[in-house]
């Protein structure tokens, strides 16, 4: 019978040795997994996390394993790449840092077995991801495990999968269910015993069958459907391998049965049932923990994206843990799973993107939750190529071939034209679109999308990222690229209309649900983070957008008034934005009312007087909500983004009229040849030697498309230092700006 030992505790750790040691280390220091060295450093920014090589030893005494005739170390997570030494000896090596792997280490068991991993994380060209905006976090970051079973036993080894796969189809009321086994060293008398439970536990299938039929195909009547978040009914698979009365071995899995079509009009439909997958993204990192979470973390994630009514997940950009997969099912949140295949194409990471696809189907094949296989994200960031394009077809076709029953997918970033052969490629396609924070401006969504979808009425198409940064800065007067919450929520009020109102979208997904660790990030006032989530890295603070798409997707009443941590305001009437997915809201300033309001878009805006301090209730039906605001003469300088070394803020830049400054947009500033000319010589001095031999242009009409409407000063923060670059001074940017007021607006 099989058998899990936990391998978690009393590992002893190292960043500093050259090689794998032969004996118990004594100086390392003591680390429990799950465990990453980068949960302080690829958090605070500066990109300067230790991206290298780091060791992990222990020692397990044979006599403390289960009996057992074969050992397999289970490694469930260890980025990027790792090599497993026994007793000194090197026994495997895997390259990819999200998915489960196994080795047999039987033979090489002693009485006091030394097992060490080699971890690394270093920058290469061949494994995936190597250039994205999150942190690579290193280290041994899941649970380790060693898998005790018979000579016979089912598959291990096989890209890590269950050793089970199961294959539901419906038909009418019914369904059909083939369950496939792969079985290792099975021998003559030995047997099979399938068995089919419900939900309840109740067996509606069972059999026992030779060693031989490892594919078995049973038939559930009057079939109970897995339907999102409505009902996510989950059947289990168990199959016992027995010797006589004695179980060898044993796996089992859940698995759902239903039917689901990407609508090129109807968007997504589950069950014959059309059902609007709005959602979000989701990275798998937290504050001060990094990337090495446990269950309870995994759980407390799930609760907030259903309290927000979410239907879909897409868990970028990697295999995330079995665990999460698991509750999707359980939740009914409908997945959208990929690999690392991330910005940039490596000629020499073709064959990493082709095991780690294998690897995300083998193992993830039984979740009814999963749809569809994403191909890559944001791919030709850096151009296409003929090889990228064959690369993606070899892709598309594996996942076809591996798994007949799911779509495939892409995440194209905005510069790419709609008309780039690789768009054709998938089943479906999705965008990842930021106008309104990253350029052009937040009305321009919609209409883009009608445009898409008139072009290529036939290619289902959704948008898998759109999202603005907000930290807990405040105004009454919110403006693209503030890092304002009043923005943020603004911006997605407008997204909300636009894209949840086109009923073709085929599923739409908030970048992101949490703010999330991206080390060579300085924007925003706080360093190395993302800080597009819904909530805070730390999960204590829901900014207000979340519940913007609450009062949109939950079906739970509540009342919600935007703006609680803005408290000190200069206006005599400010603007109190309340949320609520109930039909009328009513707001009192101090117990006085201040009417009544109704929203069909759910989003109510009242004018309140701001006398001095008032209490703001809000009551929609049996709920209610409440907040505080006070009058003050000056603005409180605590809500607005600081100074931090040389960079500005707008309000500090001089300006003149009819003149440029740093607070020109980009593409006003590229009108003028002088003004162009200014941005070059800059750009030039701060972009260092590495991105000039790179080739990186700014003002390449994809670019400026992208980033005309971004202001200067803006475009400067947000660049991340290269390496070779000099620091960029106050001074400096203030000569700058004196350089552009001398230089006037094209007419």
Request: aromatic residues 12%; hydrophobic residues 35%.
């Amino acid at each position: 019978m099989r058998q899990i030992y936990n391998l978690n505790t009393k590992w002893a750790f190292t960043k500093e040795a050259t090689e794998a040691p032969k004996t118990m280390p004594e100086k390392w220091y003591w680390v429990t997994l799950p465990h990453t060295w980068n949960d302080i450093d690829g958090q605070d920014g500066g990109n300067d996390l230790y991206r290298g090589t780091a060791f992990y030893a222990k020692t397990i005494n044979k006599v403390d394993l289960p009996e057992a005739e074969k050992y397999f170390l289970e490694v469930n997570g260890a980025n990027s790449s790792a090599k497993v030494y026994v007793n000194g000896e090197m026994v495997a090596e895997h390259h990819g840092g999200y998915s489960t792997w196994r080795v047999d280490i039987t033979d090489k068991l002693t009485t006091e077995t030394l097992i060490v991993f080699e971890v690394d994380n270093s920058p290469n060209d061949t494994v995936y991801p190597q250039m994205a905006d999150f942190t690579f976090y290193g280290g041994l970051y899941r649970n380790v495990n060693l898998v005790c079973v018979s000579e016979s036993h089912f598959d291990l080894t096989y890209y890590g999968g269950p050793g089970i796969a199961v294959t539901p189809e419906i038909d009418g009321d019914d369904a059909t269910v083939k369950v496939d086994v792969y079985l290792t060293d099975a021998k003559d008398g030995q047997e099979l015993m399938y068995t089919l439970k419900d939900k309840e536990g109740n067996v509606v299938a069972a059999d026992k069958v030779s060693k031989d039929e490892t594919s078995v195909t049973f038939r559930i009547k009057n079939v109970h459907r897995w339907h999102g978040r409505k009902d996510p009914y989950l059947y289990t698979a168990e199959v016992c391998l027995v010797d006589g009365e004695k179980v060898l071995d044993n796996v089992s899995t859940r698995f759902g049965c239903r039917t689901y079509e990407i609508h090129p009009e109807n968007g997504f439909i589950l069950n014959g049932e059309e059902y609007p997958l709005r959602g979000v993204s989701r990275h798998q990192d937290r504050w001060g923990i990094g990337n090495a979470l446990l269950p309870e973390h995994h759980e407390e994630d799930m609760d907030y994206i259903c309290e927000m009514g979410a239907t879909t997940i897409r868990l970028a950009h990697y295999q995330h843990d079995q665990y999460f997969y698991d509750l999707c099912d359980e939740r009914g949140q409908v997945i959208w799973a990929e690999i690392p295949y991330i910005s940039q194409h490596m000629p020499n990471g073709r064959e990493n993107t082709i095991s780690q696809m294998k690897e995300l189907i083998t193992q993830n094949y039984n979740h009814p939750s999963i749809v569809v296989w994403g191909l890559s994200n944001e791919i030709s960031m850096q151009g296409s190529s003929e090889d990228l394009l064959d690369n993606h077809n070899v892709l598309n076709d594996l996942c076809h071939e591996m798994d007949p029953t799911r779509l495939t997918t892409i995440a194209i970033v905005s510069m790419c034209p709609m008309d780039d052969p690789y768009v054709q490629i998938p089943d479906t396609v999705s965008w990842n679109h930021y106008f309104g924070w990253y350029g052009r401006t937040a009305a321009d969504n919609g209409p883009w999308f009608d445009e898409f979808h008139a072009k290529f009425p036939n290619l289902p198409v959704g948008c898998s990222e759109y999202g603005c940064e907000a930290l807990n800065w405040h105004t009454s007067d919110p403006r693209q690229g503030d890092y304002t919450e009043e923005y943020q929520a603004y911006y997605h009020e407008e997204l909300i209309k636009q894209l949840f109102t086109r009923k073709y979208m085929w599923a739409t997904h908030v970048w992101n649900m949490f703010d999330f660790g991206a080390d060579s990030r300085n924007e925003g006032g706080e360093n190395g983070q993302n800080h597009k989530g819904l909530m805070t890295f730390d999960r204590k603070y829901k900014k207000d957008s979340f519940y913007a798409y609450k009062a949109w997707l939950s079906d739970e009443p509540f009342v919600h008034i935007c703006g609680k941590r803005y408290v000190d305001r200069v206006e005599d009437v400010t603007k109190v934005t309340v949320y609520s997915n109930l039909p009328e809201v009513e707001l009192f300033a101090n117990g006085e009312s201040l009417g009544k309001l109704t929203a069909e878009d759910h989003f109510f805006y009242f004018q309140v007087p701001n006398n001095g301090e008032t209490t703001l209730v809000a009551v929609a039906g049996d709920q209610r909500d409440e907040s505080f605001i006070r009058k003050v003469a000056e603005f409180n300088p605590d809500y607005r983004l600081k100074e931090q070394g040389a960079i500005l803020n707008w309000f500090d830049i001089t300006e003149i009229e009819g003149c440029m400054s740093l607070n020109t947009r980009l593409d006003e500033v590229m009108k003028v040849p002088a003004g162009m000319a200014i941005f070059g010589e800059f750009m030039a001095s701060l972009m260092g030697p590495a991105a000039a031999e790179g080739g990186m242009s700014m003002a390449s009409p994809e670019m400026l498309q992208m980033l005309g409407s971004f202001t200067m000063l803006r475009l400067i923060g947000m660049l991340p230092k290269q390496e070779g670059a000099p620091e960029i001074t106050k001074e400096q940017l203030l000569a700058v700006n004196e350089k552009l007021n001398a230089v006037k607006m094209a007419e």
